[in-house]
């Protein structure tokens, strides 16, 4: 499905649309999410100690994958100018350096009175869903003049 640049507003958007990206987690994307949120726990810095514990490896940030839902919501659906008012979110799996992940966000619930939407949100590595939950945004009701 090919998705507006300018994002959608709230009359354009309907129930069971959809929208994914796909993105590899990498060393550097690893240690560009530990500086951003000053989060350099080792399980997800150092493969040694990460080693020992029941992962048995360094594993992603978790809210590194959950960012990439924030990426579809962004610049897919809704995209340019929805808002985030909330996310719910559940971990199932790890994601480690070199996966792919599949973020995908599919409109569950629209309130026109409020110009709130409901998302289902998801992660998936080779198939299976490692995070999941659901965000409400807010959607523009109309696109201001050029």
Known sequence: MTHREDGYILPELSVGMSAEIEITVTEARIQ?????????NP???????ARRTPYRGRI??????????SAVVG?????????????????????????????????????EA?????LR???L????????GEALVRVPR?????
């Open 43 to 49: 399980v997800h810095t150092d493969e040694d100690f």
């Open 60 to 69: 992603a940030h978790g809210l590194l994958s959950a960012s990439f839902g």
């Open 142 to 146: 109309r696109r201001k003049p050029g």
């Open 114 to 118: 409020s110009a709130r939407v409901t």
């Open 125 to 132: 590595v080779g198939g299976e869903v490692v995070m999941d």
């Open 75 to 111: 610049t897919k659906l809704p995209g340019a100018g929805a808002i985030y008012l909330s996310q719910t979110l559940s971990f199932h799996k790890p994601v480690r350096i070199g996966d792919v992940v599949v973020a995908r966000v599919e409109v569950i619930a629209i309130d």
């Open 121 to 123: 949100t998801e992660c």
């Open 32 to 40: 560009r999410f530990a500086e951003a949120s000053d989060d350099f």
